[in-house]
């Protein structure tokens, strides 16, 4: 089975997202397993703090380095095969080849940053830092919640159709999915392409290639 723990201040952020669609399915599937961890639990002060002030001046607070790694110890003891990701704008950059490895490895866990980012010492403590992209979000949640949903759509069995994930965007050679048309025949005036009516399957698959060879390039993927 697949394990996903979550390291966050916010655990109600995940409630909502994790009990429709897909990963409900997989939950209930027993598929996947998502645990949230809440960093405050493992503050030790007396006011439960999880943030403090930067040394050396600057705007805003940071998460402690004490909670944190309490918390990232925990999710090593309850799963000691499990890949702990730190979610930062200064990591690796998340794509689909990234999903697939993490997916292979089955026991992973998502730290969530609030704040101004993390104390750095936190960052001995795991084993890897991960991007979504070259912007900056309020919090690590919503990046956590990508991330899992990009993985849970991955594990065998989770998906209707087997061949649906292995079609997707960035599957093959990194290839964008090609353009998709359902009913009606003609929407306020455009066809769907003659081709995919014409029941010739060769045909469809070659124009289908030739389609999303297009757009990857347009969007230079290729
Ligand atoms: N001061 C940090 C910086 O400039 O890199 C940004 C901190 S951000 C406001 C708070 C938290 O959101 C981060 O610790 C991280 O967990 C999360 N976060 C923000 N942008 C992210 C991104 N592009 N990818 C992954 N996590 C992100």
Redesign the pocket.
Same mark, same amino acid.
Do not use: I, K, N, Q
């Given at each position: 089975m697949f394990h996903a723990q979550i390291l966050t201040l916010f655990p109600e952020f995940f409630t909502s997202p994790l009990a429709c669609s897909i990963p409900k399915r997989a939950i209930e599937a027993g598929l996947a397993q998502v645990d949230c961890l809440q960093i405050r639990d493992f503050s030790t002060d007396k006011h439960h703090n999880v943030d403090d002030k930067p040394y050396g001046g600057g705007p805003?607070m940071l998460?402690k380095a004490e909670p944190v790694v309490g918390s990232i110890r925990e999710a090593r003891k309850r799963d000691p095969q499990t890949h702990v990701v730190?979610?930062?704008?200064? #990591?690796v950059p998340f794509n689909q080849a990234k999903a697939l490895e993490y997916v292979e490895k089955r026991h992973i866990t998502l $730290?969530? +940053?609030?704040?101004? #980012?993390?104390d750095e010492r936190i960052c001995d403590e795991v084993d890897e830092q991960?991007?979504?992209?070259?912007?900056? $979000?309020? +919090?690590?949640e919503p990046?956590a919640l990508s991330v899992l949903d990009a993985l849970i759509r991955l594990l065998p069995g989770v998906l209707g159709s087997p061949e649906s994930a292995l079609l997707d965007s960035f599957t093959e050679e990194g290839m964008l999915d090609w353009p998709h048309y359902t009913r009606p025949e003609i929407f306020e005036g455009k066809s769907v392409p003659k081709v995919l009516l014409s029941g010739d399957h060769a045909k469809i698959d070659a124009w289908r290639k030739e389609q999303a060879a297009i757009r990857s390039k347009s969007r230079h993927l290729s």
């Open positions: 805003g998460m730190m979610l930062t704008p200064s #990591g $730290l969530c +940053g609030r704040y101004e #980012g993390f991960l991007s979504l992209g070259d912007y900056v $979000l309020s +919090g690590g990046a």
